[in-house]
Nanobody, 123 residues
């Protein structure tokens, strides 16, 4: 059974940085597309970034492109999200997700989810 556990959220001032980490267990990480989603209060869950091991390709939403970087650590079996130049509108619960197949941007197409970690950016 795939298990995802996020860590690294917190409170940061606008312009600051945070690094989120998603620990993967229960299967072979390279089989899965790994993604980060976020959900702000009253809003739908939206994709932030995704990485496909099969195609070695990355996806970033327009709102974070150039500020966020998704990366993987083979030794630790983790997928990280480095978030720079944070803005108050980045405030949300961030979720790690995995799907077996090709990259998709809809949350409904991801099979496995972590519990989420809160990121709060103050102005």
């Amino acid at each position: 059974q795939v298990r995802l556990v996020e860590s690294g959220g917190g409170l940061v001032q606008a312009g600051g940085s945070l690094r989120l980490s998603c620990a993967f267990s229960g299967d072979t990480l390279s089989r899965y597309v790994m993604a980060w989603f976020r959900q702000a209060p009253g809003k739908e869950r939206e994709i932030v970034a995704a990485f496909s091991w099969i195609s070695s390709s990355t996806y970033y939403s327009g709102s974070v492109n150039g500020r966020f970087t998704i990366s993987r650590d083979y030794a630790k079996n983790t997928v990280d999200l480095q978030m720079n130049s944070l803005k108050p509108e980045d405030t949300a619960v961030y979720f790690c997700a995995a799907r077996d197949g090709t990259t998709r941007t809809s949350s409904s197409e991801y099979h496995y989810w972590g519990q989420g970690t809160q990121v709060t950016v103050s102005s």
